[in-house]
């Protein structure tokens, strides 16, 4: 099937991924880095943030809150790389989806599969996201931040897994239908 | 399912290959055999029509309900 916007979303999925990738490469080499020598002065457009790793052009742009010690940045950088790995397992998810579209088989139960894969995926990324611990120097503090939106995301996904789930059956039975 | 499919007795009867048939019907063989065997879950109109047009019987011959 000739669709731009199938064709379009094959780009852009493809080129998030291999963006991804490479930053997650990056994202491992500095953390393991800045984790073994507590140099941050190197890497001085990453900073270390309560939300994973922040880039910026700018050594005195105003960040969230710039995290300091070694625990806290190795904490923020698995944290970070292992929602990279989440979005682009995402991604190259959507990525079959997309695939199987332009092949004309929209309703195989394979989608089903992928858009369920999806929702888990969305589900760690909530937690990833929402688990947060700090440092003030004396101890370690946690705390916990809940975002719904990653919730609806999740909820989305399997709402279309079942869509998916009733097209499949659909397409069974016109299949058997002569 | 309680609805028999009868079209190997007609085709017995009026001695007519699968393959005949299908031609005839515009159907594949494949599916001529799902027809065949009681896995088809529904039946065109289209279909019912032209079977009964080839081995010239009614829809009756064809189909028939047995309780289960």
Redesign the interface.
């Known amino acids: 099937m000739d669709n731009p916007i199938l064709y379009l979303a094959t780009v852009v999925g493809k080129g998030l991924v291999y963006l991804l990738s490479a930053s997650m490469f990056f994202l491992v080499f500095v953390t393991i880095y800045v984790a073994i020598t507590g140099d941050m002065e190197t890497f001085w457009y990453i900073h270390f943030t309560e939300k994973g790793i922040f880039f910026t052009n700018s050594l005195y742009q105003e960040v969230p809150r710039v995290v300091s010690g070694q625990g806290e940045i190795l904490f923020s950088g698995l944290s970070a790389v292992l929602g990279m790995g989440c979005y682009i397992l995402i991604i190259r998810e959507s990525l079959k989806v997309v695939r199987s579209i332009k092949s004309l088989e929209t309703f195989r139960i394979d989608n089903i599969r992928s858009f369920q894969r999806i929702g888990k995926l969305i589900l760690v990324l909530l937690v990833l996201n929402a688990v947060i611990l700090t440092h003030n120097g004396h101890h370690w503090d946690w705390y916990f931040e809940f975002n719904p939106t990653y919730l609806l995301g999740t909820l989305v996904c399997y709402i279309l897994a079942e869509i998916f789930r009733e097209g499949n059956k659909l397409m069974e039975?016109q299949k058997?239908?002569? | 399912m309680p609805i028999v499919v009868n079209l190997d007795v007609m085709m017995a009867k009026r001695k007519i290959r699968s393959k005949d048939l299908a031609r005839e019907l515009g159907i594949t063989e494949a599916n001529l055999s799902i027809l065949k065997t009681g896995k088809a879950k529904a039946i065109r109109f289209s279909t019912l029509e032209a079977i009964c047009q080839a081995l010239d019987c009614q829809p009756g011959d064809i189909l028939e309900f047995q309780p289960e």
């Open positions: 039975e058997l239908t002569i």
